[in-house]
């Protein structure tokens, strides 16, 4: 069997994977991604909404400033190599749910820092659209979405153009190690890096880290004249897409973990819908999809390599944000597999103890 000898393989054609790839290559890298492209992979499901005053509590993230500028020059960088719009600038109007909410908001709304991503809030009634908005909300900007439909084929043909993309499944049982590289059927690479979402869970090499993944259902809508022409987000989120529908978003589940729509968190989608917008009619639905999100325990990426074997290395934990989030660090893992920087130390698994 000829044997073809690489740099770095990457198990794994999601968010993670790709933007990993491209930006190894970009580097000068010999690449090689091996995706077996199972159904329901959280990049092809997810609505890619990228929100830096994410949760509950719009808590602004450390690194955010940094997350966002990196995504935004990626983005608009791959947008001009694939030929194809990636990233939508859409504002987004948070709905408050309760009045110690408004206290979370006041907190930022306080934080200069926080001003660039902020728009003026507004009391029940006040947005300006028809919505169910009984603690009033806010104005967000430095918000929308990826698409990553576009994104995953697009570099998925730019990856076959330069010989870089197999499709199949990649056995993480079956590698051996040759001298210190490594060696899976007839590839022989410098290192794995396995960007393989949820199913993580499998791979014998890294299955003690953490994930706590989380099924998510999401449908696409019709469009409608009732539905504003910008995000809305309170608990659930309602997001206008490229071609006029709408997606509308996300439920969570911990058991059963599939790739299953099902009837009941569709139901549960839609009566948010009317919660939303109470004055707009049924909405029609074109599609309705269920993916799993890699989350962590502590909500931060895993980088870094296997304790023995450092040709081994993971790059996943992306949770509910990895529009945002992967570029950056796909950069530093890239800087610290070229020996040129550190590990950022929320995301490296050396924080996190061997079960
Ligand atoms: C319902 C839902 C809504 C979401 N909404 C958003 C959102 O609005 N904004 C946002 O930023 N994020 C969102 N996310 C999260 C986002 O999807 C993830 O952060 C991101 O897609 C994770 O990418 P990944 O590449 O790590 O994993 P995945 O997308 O799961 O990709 C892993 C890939 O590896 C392949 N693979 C796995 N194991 C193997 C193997 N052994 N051999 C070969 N191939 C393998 C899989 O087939 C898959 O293609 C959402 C997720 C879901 C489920």
Not at 51 to 58: D, I, Q, S
Not at 157 to 180: E, I, K, M, N, T
Request: proline share 7%; net charge neutral; aromatic share 8%.
């Amino acid at each position: 069997m000829s044997v073809t000898s690489i740099d770095t393989l990457i198990v794994g054609q999601g968010l993670a994977g790709s933007l990993l790839a491209f930006t190894l290559h970009q580097r000068g890298n010999q690449v090689l991604v091996m995706d077996d492209h199972q159904q329901g992979s959280a990049s092809r499901v997810a609505a890619g909404m990228i929100n830096p005053l994410a949760g509950m509590r719009f808590t602004r993230p450390a690194g955010v400033d940094a997350w966002l500028a990196e995504a935004t020059v990626l983005y608009r960088h791959l947008e001009h190599a694939l030929a194809h719009p990636l990233l939508h600038d859409v504002p987004m109007i948070r709905l408050l749910r309760s009045a110690e909410q408004r206290r979370f908001y006041q907190r930022q709304a306080d934080d200069p820092a926080s001003a660039p991503y902020l728009a003026g809030d507004f009391d029940a009634g006040g947005s300006g659209y028809d919505l169910g908005d009984p603690h009033g909300g806010f104005h967000q900007r430095r918000t929308g979405y990826l698409d990553t439909h576009a994104l995953l084929d697009g570099l998925a043909r730019w990856l076959s153009a330069h010989g870089a993309l197999r499709q199949g499944p990649v056995d993480p049982h079956q590698l051996h190690f040759v001298g210190d590289q490594v060696r899976i059927g007839d590839v022989q690479a410098r290192r794995v890096v396995f960007c393989e979402g949820w199913r993580m869970r499998d791979n014998p090499w890294f299955d003690w880290l953490p994930l706590t993944p989380a099924k998510g259902e999401i449908l696409t809508l019709a469009e409608d004249p009732a539905q504003p022409d910008r995000a809305v987000v309170g608990g659930r989120w309602l997001l206008p897409v490229a071609d006029g529908r709408r997606k509308l978003g996300a439920t969570v589940c911990h058991d059963p973990l599939d790739t299953t729509p099902t009837a009941a968190a569709r139901n549960e989608l839609l009566a948010d819908y009317r919660r939303l917008l109470p004055t707009a009619s049924a909405p029609t639905v074109f599609n309705h999809q269920a993916g799993v999100r890699p989350n962590t325990r502590d909500r931060q990426p895993l980088l870094g390599a296997h304790p023995q074997h450092p040709q081994l290395v993971v790059f996943n934990g992306f949770g509910g944000r990895g529009s945002l989030t992967i570029p950056w660090h796909a950069a530093r893992l890239a800087d610290w597999l070229d020996g040129t920087g550190e590990l950022p130390s929320h995301a490296d698994i050396r924080r996190l103890n061997r079960q």
